[in-house]
């Protein structure tokens, strides 16, 4: 499958391969069945970003010319498009004619929310979860061999096993009242003084996310976010077609005293923030910061959106005071998640909230999901209430801590000159700068080939930026794997240096070097 490419043109890349190949199969070049390259091959083929490819594919598929199977590949549908071009057909009976029955065009029927949905970074992302052959740093997940298994191995024996049908019932919408009690208790032991009927369980955080823009925003409301920021958040505040307003970050985390200009000229419907360890700098927001920013909400009269997926896990010092646990007048929406810290298949997070916003968000989970996972509420209280998080905690904060400094280390080896980054003082991440001049999306490529992969830094920009800037999590692999890694990630970089400064201008590390 030959394709060409003109920089040259105004129009992207993507669509230029997905007009080709669409060509190809229109034309029968790519009869069905025709298995595609994967993504990163073709990628690397062509000399660009693998999420180009991803891009042309969706659109491939969206017009129903390709589809992917799990462990077969990307595949020409049997009916295809090229379908359409066969000749009229003549009734035997009546001796009329008439054109075969067109494919459906469900490109046509999508709505521009639809369109505002698809995220290629986190598809991407998740997609990499069973390539065994790469070394992902992209994902962001707790690592597998911490996983308490024989635990809850245990404790499912017990909730299926005890005849008790109510752990396999419905259950109300707000969650599981034993778990929402626990965790009003658990939270009230680090500061966040709330009662069970402020505690909603939910399917993630990430539909905590979603839920609260269903509520809060309509088209081109404004909302206040730090600029780094999570893309999982970046995409669900563009797909309910909110105008984003950024605020740059420093080590001490959000540019409070930026800010007031903004409130004051938008009044936005709110303002998301991850101060501790956020996602993907690392920052922890100082406490001066943290109160600066609670005395805008409460003089602007704005909620915030307190996201802390990774407070526990902090590596140094003592747990840091979250904005809820500082909040006097009831401006903060709480989010937390166990994903993060303890089993992210489960998908269970919570959300804190005054009654009347947790009413609201009921309603709307009612509409997609009705409730969390009773089965999986159940035995997450029976784990909880057993005594069996806190102890976790602690091992995975270990664990994790000698992760990160294996990070480190490696890149302090390994590292060409003008390679930077961050040491956070807890979380999942390093959050790194490129050496001048070059990109983030050229170095995935380059990466791709000695099978590492990242993401890059543009996924954390609403607007534009980062393109320099890439993002690392050190919790998933063994050492070894991170020490491999790193050491592929910056072969990659020092080859791109060398292709772009003379010769001998570049001290390249010893990547022959045995790893320790």
Excluded at 51 to 64: C, P, R, S
Excluded at 453 to 480: K, M, Q, W
Aim: aromatic share 8%.
């Amino acid at each position: 499958m030959e394709l060409h490419l003109d920089r040259s043109l105004k129009t992207p890349l993507y669509l230029q391969i997905r007009s080709q190949i669409r060509q190809l199969i229109l034309s029968n070049a790519l009869p069905p069945g025709f298995r595609l390259p994967p993504e990163r091959k073709l990628a690397v083929s062509l000399g660009v970003n693998r999420t180009t490819i991803v891009n042309a594919y969706h659109e491939l598929e969206a017009d129903g010319l390709i589809q992917s199977h799990v462990g077969k590949g990307t595949i020409v549908n049997s009916h295809s498009e090229h379908d359409s071009i066969s000749p009229l057909i003549i009734d035997s009976n009546s001796g009329l004619q008439h054109s075969p029955v067109q494919p459906m065009s469900w490109q046509n029927f999508y709505t521009r929310q639809s369109e505002r949905m698809y995220n290629p970074v986190l598809a991407s992302i998740l997609t990499e979860i069973g390539e065994e052959d790469q070394i992902s740093f992209a994902l962001g997940s707790p690592a597998g061999e911490y996983y308490p298994l024989e635990e809850f191995s245990r404790i499912g024996h017990k909730v299926m096993s005890s005849g008790n049908w109510l752990a396999f019932e419905y259950g109300p919408t707000i969650g599981h009242y034993p778990l929402r009690q626990y965790l009003a208790e658990w939270l009230s032991q680090r500061g966040i003084q709330t009662q069970a009927e402020k505690v909603m369980i939910l399917s993630g955080s990430q539909q905590g996310l979603d839920l609260l823009a269903k509520i809060f925003l309509e088209p081109g409301d404004y909302i206040v976010m730090e600029e780094p920021s999570f893309l999982g958040a970046i995409g669900v505040f563009k797909a309910a077609g909110a105008r984003i307003l950024t605020v740059p970050t420093d080590q001490e985390g959000i540019r409070t005293d930026l800010m007031e200009q903004i409130l004051s000229r938008h009044r936005p419907k709110f303002i998301y923030t991850i101060p501790t360890f956020q996602n993907p700098s690392g920052y922890k927001m100082s406490l001066p910061r943290r109160q600066e920013l609670l005395k805008l909400a409460y003089q602007y009269h704005i909620p915030i959106v307190e996201d802390d997926p990774y407070s526990e896990l902090y590596y140094e010092g003592e747990l840091s005071p979250s904005l809820r646990s500082l909040d006097k007048h009831g401006h903060v929406i709480y989010l937390g998640t166990f994903s993060k810290i303890l089993l992210p298949g489960l998908r269970l997070g919570w959300c804190v909230a005054p009654p009347s916003v947790l009413e609201h968000l009921s309603l709307a989970k009612q509409h997609v999901d009705l409730h969390t996972s009773t089965t999986t509420q159940w035995m997450m209280t029976e784990f909880c209430c057993q005594g069996l998080l806190n102890p976790h905690l602690q091992k995975v904060r270990n664990h994790y801590r000698i992760k990160r400094d294996t990070m480190v280390s490696a890149l302090t080896k390994f590292a060409p000159p003008g390679l930077t980054w961050s040491v956070p003082e807890g979380g999942y991440y390093l959050w790194c700068e490129l050496p001048p001049g070059m990109k983030a999306s050229a170095l995935l490529t380059k990466a791709a080939v000695k099978k590492v992969t990242f993401v890059p830094g543009n996924a954390f920009y609403a607007n534009s930026g980062g393109t320099d800037r890439i993002r690392l999590c050190f919790t998933r692999h063994p050492e070894a794997t991170i020490l491999e890694g790193i050491r592929r990630l910056c072969e990659a970089i020092t080859e791109m240096l060398i292709q772009t400064h003379p010769e001998g201008t570049i001290n390249r590390p010893r990547f022959s070097e045995p790893l320790s």
